[in-house]
T-cell receptor
Framework: AQSVSQHNHHVILSEAASLELGCNYS??????LFWYVQYPGQHLQLLLK??????LVKGIKGFEAEFIKSKFSFNLRKPSVQWSDTAEYFC??????????FGTGTRLTVIP | DTGVSQDPRHKITKRGQNVTFRCDPI?????LYWYRQTLGQGPEFLTY????????KSRLLSDRFSAERPKGSFSTLEIQRTEQGDSAMYLC???????????????FGPGTRLTVL
């Protein structure tokens, strides 16, 4: 069965620090990969997605993610975080089925 | 607001009662999904519709759960004889399928938070 692992449960950074959140999935076939963000009190929003082509994808608000097929990974990065990036981040995988499999999420706290 | 809407936003009920939630997707979207999210977990898939047809159901969707999308627009999720373990956030999402096209983004609603006492 498909699964998505996010090993960092809670990350605390100071503003301007660099961010990398890990995401690993288990599925041997073709996947579509997503990062969603949930700001406090708001609903899930798409940050970025990968379905084919360049494995380095850029999303909104300066986020990017790199798909490394050999490592079954899709880590999220941002070179310099801001206080407004404080949120919960979810990695998700879509396989042949139409539903998304989500990781357990990583809570990011950015200290001003 | 032209996003996905859900009603109610919060529901408190006593164990054994039935509850029904409503989801209104983005108007041109033909796919509608229901997910459940418990504390400390990511959303878990429950079921999905393409137009009015319910095409997939998760094993999480017990016999007490039923979902409908009668006219291919809004959807309802009913939970009968609620149990304390049903307490969760119930999320609805919608997307527009385009056969052969790229991955379709699912747009999520704000969710309905259910508390079963």
């Amino acid at each position: 069965a498909q699964s998505v692992s996010q090993h960092n449960h809670h990350v605390i950074l100071s503003e301007a620090a660099s961010l990398e959140l890990g995401c690993n999935y288990s599925y041997g076939g073709t996947v579509n990969l997503f990062w969603y963000v949930q700001y406090p009190g708001q609903h899930l929003q798409l940050l970025l997605k990968y379905f084919s082509g360049d494995p380095l994808v850029k999303g909104i608000k300066g986020f990017e993610a790199e798909f490394i097929k050999s490592k079954f990974s899709f880590n999220l990065r941002k070179p310099s975080v801001q206080w407004s990036d404080t949120a919960e981040y979810f990695c998700a995988v879509k396989t042949g089925a139409n539903n998304l499999f989500f990781g357990t999420g990583t809570r990011l706290t950015v200290i001003p | 607001d032209t996003g996905v809407s859900q009603d109610p936003r919060h529901k408190i009920t006593k164990r054994g009662q039935n509850v029904t939630f409503r989801c209104d997707p983005i108007s041109e979207h033909n796919r509608l999904y229901w997910y459940r999210q418990t504390l400390g977990q990511g959303p878990e898939f429950l079921t999905y519709f393409q137009n009015e047809a319910q095409l997939e159901k998760s094993r999480l969707l017990s016999d007490r759960f039923s979902a409908e999308r009668p006219k291919g627009s809004f959807s309802t999720l009913e939970i009968q004889r609620t149990e304390q373990g049903d307490s969760a956030m119930y999320l609805c999402a919608s997307s527009l399928s385009n056969t052969g096209g790229p991955a379709n983004e699912q747009f999520f609603g704000p969710g309905t938070r259910l508390t079963v006492l």
